[in-house]
């Protein structure tokens, strides 16, 4: 899925663990042709994806510069 439809919210308030960002970026720095597991994301009804679970993945995607992220998008 192209990374310009996926949105990200936090519902927790929690600012998540840069750490863990950081180690999914190097894994995609270090493995270019391959991918992280696929975010589980919802389709919002503007035509927009919101990340349900993958936040830290997403995140390391977006540092990489990568225009596409592996999906599946679940219900609701």
């Known amino acids: 899925m192209?990374?310009?439809t996926i949105t990200v919210g936090n519902r927790h308030g929690e600012p998540g663990d840069p750490s863990k960002v950081?180690?999914?970026h190097r894994w995609l720095v270090d493995n270019p042709s391959l991918d992280l597991?696929?975010?589980d994301?919802?389709?919002k009804a503007n035509g927009t994806f919101r990340i349900h679970?993958?936040?830290h993945?997403?995140?390391a995607y977006?540092?990489?510069e990568r225009e596409e992220v592996p999906v599946v998008v679940g219900a609701g």
């Open 2 to 4: 192209n990374i310009r």
């Open 62 to 64: 977006v540092l990489g």
């Open 22 to 24: 950081a180690e999914y």
């Open 53 to 55: 679970d993958g936040r």
């Open 41 to 43: 994301v919802r389709a």
């Open 37 to 39: 597991p696929p975010l």
């Open 57 to 59: 993945r997403f995140l």
